[in-house]
């Protein structure tokens, strides 16, 4: 209910994963957004993000949403939050996010979406996220990598694209994220490689390709 922890408005940790919990009231959270740093609502029912209820959380860090029944996210789902550093979204039905669901989200670093059914990564799709070091896309059904899928990840190092179905990587894929070291791309479709589709990634120190269909590799690099 509203104002369930009213009594305790220091709360750091709030851990209700595995329940069955499927909505939230407007604001039961309201009186722990000073102090709280860590939420866990994985493994619920929840359909939609419960956004009210963390909006403006002044020192949330880690929120963690796996496991639960969500579809998409529109615009303005995560906003003002300026310390968040980690989400986690895996394992949920969400087919697309609008580029304006994170809004004042400057400190994002790792951000979790497997096991979901994103297809077509438009451009501008991971706007804002300046901070960025991971992105886990693994087991969505992305088909194709182009030049301007991660343009604005300017700060990305590692990338998993794993559990796809990826049939091409298209020329200067990643040539706005010369930070990246690690690509992980196996159990994929990918049939070509093209020419200086790594060109700008000076970094790289691991590149994994296993369990395409790959007959040839020409200069990546």
Do not use: W
Request: aromatic content about 8%; proline content about 5%.
């Amino acid at each position: 209910p509203e104002r369930a922890f009213a009594e305790t408005p220091k709360l750091k940790q709030l851990r209700l994963e595995r329940n069955q919990i499927c909505t939230l009231t407007s604001n039961p959270l309201n009186e722990t957004k000073e102090f709280l740093e860590l939420l866990d609502l994985s493994d619920n029912c929840f359909k939609a993000i419960p956004a009210q209820n963390f909006r403006g959380a002044q020192a949330l860090t880690y929120l963690d949403m796996s496991n639960n029944e969500l579809h998409d996210l529109p615009s303005l789902q995560f906003m003002t939050l300026p310390l968040l550093k980690e989400v986690r979204l895996n394992g949920n039905k969400i087919k697309n996010f609008s580029p304006l669901a994170f809004m004042n989200v400057p400190n994002l670093q790792h951000f979790y979406l497997r096991h979901n059914e994103l297809n077509d990564l438009e451009p501008n799709r991971f706007q804002g996220f300046r901070k960025l070091e991971l992105l886990d896309l693994t087991g969505n059904k992305i088909t194709k990598l182009k030049s301007s899928t991660f343009k604005e990840v300017t700060s990305l190092k590692q990338l998993f694209l794993d559990e796809n179905e990826i049939e091409s990587v298209e020329t200067l894929a990643f040539s706005s994220n010369p930070k990246l070291q690690m690509i992980s791309m196996q159990e994929n479709k990918i049939r070509t490689l093209y020419r200086n589709a790594f060109e700008s990634c000076a970094q790289m120190m691991i590149l994994l390709l296993g369990n395409n269909r790959l007959t040839s590799i020409s200069k990546l690099f």
